[in-house]
Every structure is written in C-alpha cells, then in structure tokens.
C-alpha cells in the first residue's frame, strides 16, 4: 500500500485530517480500528498474515463506519461492522477508525494536526486564565474541603437554598 493525499473531513462536530483510502481497508488481528495504510504505527508488531482486507472501491468504508451509529454507540457500531463483514483476525467487530493513518484530529480550528497545535501553543497567552482559575480552584479547595464532605450539612452544597451563593 503506498500512502495518500490526506483531506480535511468534519465528524460529529470535530475536524480531522483523512488519508483516503488506497482501494481496501485493514483490520489488524486483534485491534478494534479500521485502518487505510499498511505502515501505520499501529499495525507494527502484528503479523501481517493475520490482518483482514477488504476491498473499498468508492473509498467510503470509513464513513459508513463512523455513520453508522455515534460514536458512544458502541453496539450500534457492532452490528454495521458484523453485517458488513468488518471483522479483525479474531473475528471481532471493527467499531473505530485509527487516529494516525485515517483520521487524525485537527485542532480546533481545523487548521494544524493536534500534535503540531500542542507544539506551537504559546502557554504565555493564557497564563493570566490558568492563574484565575488556579486561585479559584484553591478558594473552592479551602472553603470546602474534602474531608468536611461526609458531615457537610445540605444546605453548604445544595442549590435552592436561602443562602445559596455561599454554597459549593
């Protein structure tokens, strides 16, 4: 397999960098990811006589995949892989698709792969928010601290009580 020309693709409201597929899709022998290219890091290790191809002519698989159910449907996601016969070399379901050699998150605003995003951020331009909430986090730590938590009387963490802006 020789590898593709990646795409940006959107999925349930996250953008991802897609290398197409080359023809057929891989299942590894005991993985629970679709795969598009036979190097991919996370084939490595595996025999490869115990993969399973697949023929993906339009180069779709990994769409009807993904659409065949949301992402925290894992049994829904079961069903489309056992019906279409996307089966690892255990003969388990395939649910999920490889984050390194099919989709690879994007950041969020679809321009870098995540990796590259994290390596450029610029920590000083939000150093003055992580400060604010890292006081905020010590107020709420001091006020109600975990040890008070099994005798805390109700009214120190419900709402709806009269005095409920100095509850947790």
Sequence with gaps: MTSATPE????????????????EVICSKGGYALHHLGDCQHLRGGDQSTWRTYPDPDRLTWRRLLDSAPSTDKQGRREFAQKAGLLNGLGSPVTHVCDSCLLKPLSTDGSLPLAEAVAVFDRASVEDGVAKARAEIGQVQRDFPREAWPTMPLERYALGVADYKNTF
């Design 8 to 23: 940006t693709v959107s999925f349930e409201g996250r953008h991802y960098e897609l290398v197409p597929s080359t023809g």
